[in-house]
């Protein structure tokens, strides 16, 4: 699968790349993020949400499990529906509260703790995981679909410079 390695030297590192995946995103894309608490999943997709267009505060839906926001891409509107599950007791929560109908080809969904909705969640397109090392973090992104594998294509982002 294509994938793209990089270590990240400190949080204005994190906020390019959120920068740089927001230029390579495309509607219909299933992102999931895997990391443990502090790994830095909310600050990169705060990071790529403000780059996609979104002005305002950008939260940590650790309570509500999602947030809808409306971003531009390509001069359409599109749908960035942010997910955390941690606190989710059960994937058939994710059912009952009709999250799965959110993964269409229009919007873009992404997931932290995406291993709490097994088996109900749709499939990632792209995988992110991010783990603290030293004072940074690494990352990979792994692409699982030819959509992901375009969006590895369209990222431009040179870590640390």
Not at 152 to 161: D, E, G, I, V, Y
């Amino acid at each position: 699968m294509p994938h793209f390695k990089a270590h990240l030297h400190d949080e204005e590192a994190t906020a390019a790349l959120g920068a740089a995946l927001a230029r390579a995103l495309a509607p219909g894309l299933a992102i999931h993020l895997h990391g443990d608490l502090g790994a830095g999943k909310t600050a990169l997709t705060r990071a790529l949400l403000h780059a996609a267009g979104h002005v305002g505060h950008v939260k940590s839906p650790t309570y509500t499990l999602s947030e809808p926001y409306q971003v531009q891409i390509g001069g359409r509107a599109v749908g960035v529906i942010h997910f955390d599950l941690y606190r989710m007791g059960s994937a058939e929560e994710f059912l009952d509260a009709g999250f799965r109908e959110d993964f269409n080809g229009d919007n873009i969904c992404i997931v932290e703790w995406p291993e709490k909705a097994d088996p109900v969640l749709p499939p990632p397109d792209l995988n992110i995981f991010l783990a603290v090392a030293g004072q940074g973090r690494d990352v990979e992104l792994q692409a699982s679909t030819a959509l992901g594998i375009s969006c590895l294509q369209r990222l431009k982002f040179a870590p640390n410079l």
